[in-house]
């Protein structure tokens, strides 16, 4: 028996064919090139039904496909909201694919991306065994998967664990109003956004500075911290107190057993892991803290497809 496994961004699809195991017996990445709306839903699709003739090719049972999405996923409904795809504010997605792929016995299932990836940790990560965790999701936006008392935590309406919309701090600004406080200030796109904040406020003695005309990346800024930049220090010291507060105030609510750190800037922010700890103990309910352990995912960039794919394979 086997699977099918999707893992949708906003820039690119994987997918996947895992055993019930959870060995990758087939993957396969595209780029979504610009594709809005229903073409997104088509791409699906299309990459569903290859994996299931490569599924007859390779002699396996496809009895399930889960799919995890960048956004909301209305479980009483199968409708779909992904900010980073255009025409997906309430995309029909079960609709999509109950209507379109080729094998109608094959149980669908759809949930977030921060769900898919603590669900994958609890499969084959760093949460097994653990009853109460949470994924602290950092890429272009952030998120959180939480699990409580072993149940992945939704909410009335499936939006538990947007965090990005934490406050974080004061006063109120509009330029919260697209992204959220958190995210405005410590996602991949944050950090971006505060380096250009304060180039364009200040006169640092910064290389970065200087060479980057305002076309600055996250990845510059952190190779820009390795060297020192007093810019990229700055940014970077910013973000820790931003990932530090958030830490405290999950583990001050959910008193989680670990806090998992992942998505494109867990990755290089990893090494900065014992300073957001420290960060975290300003700020943080002091018993809680102290029985929290902080660690990077090992899963990389398949943990959305480890993800889905126990989704589908669990029921």
């Known amino acids: ?180 406080c958190f995210e405005y200030h410590a996602s991949g796109e944050g950090l971006v956004r505060v380096a250009k904040e304060l180039m364009a406020g200040t006169e640092l003695n910064s290389p970065l500075f200087h060479d980057s005309n305002g076309a600055v990346t996250a990845r510059d800024l952190f190779e820009a911290y390795d060297s020192g930049d007093p810019l990229a220090v700055k940014v970077m010291d910013n973000a820790i107190q931003f990932w530090g507060m958030a830490v405290a105030n999950l583990v001050s609510l959910f008193n989680p057993e670990k806090i998992i750190f992942g998505g494109g800037v867990f990755g290089p922010a990893l090494k900065f892991l014992d300073r957001i700890y420290d960060e975290a103990k300003k700020w943080a309910q002091p018993v809680s803290i102290k029985q929290v352990v902080l660690e990077g995912t090992a899963l990389g960039a398949e943990a959305g497809l480890y993800g889905a794919g126990y989704l589908a394979l669990k029921d």
């Open 1 to 180: 028996m086997a699977v099918i496994a999707l893992d949708l961004g906003g820039t690119k699809l994987a997918s996947a064919i895992l055993s019930s195991g959870g060995e990758i017996l087939f993957t396969e990445t595209v780029l979504l090139d610009g594709r809005e709306g229903q073409a997104v839903g088509q791409l699906i699709v299309s990459q569903v039904n290859q994996a299931l003739e490569k599924a007859i090719e390779i002699k396996t049972e496809v009895t399930a496909l889960g799919i995890c999405v960048p956004g909301i996923a209305h479980a009483n409904t199968g409708r779909v909201w992904a900010p980073n795809i255009p025409g997906w504010d309430d995309y029909p997605l079960m609709e999509e694919l109950k209507s379109n792929i080729q094998d109608k016995k094959v149980r669908v299932r759809i949930d977030s991306d921060r769900a898919c990836y603590i669900l994958a940790e609890t499969w084959k990560g760093k949460t097994k065994g653990c009853l109460d965790a949470i994924f602290l999701g950092v890429g272009t936006g952030i998120g959180a998967g939480i699990m409580i008392n072993g149940e992945i935590l939704r909410g009335a309406h499936d939006i538990a664990g947007a965090i990005g919309w934490m406050a974080l701090d004061r006063p109120y600004d509009e330029k919260y109003i697209p992204c959220g």
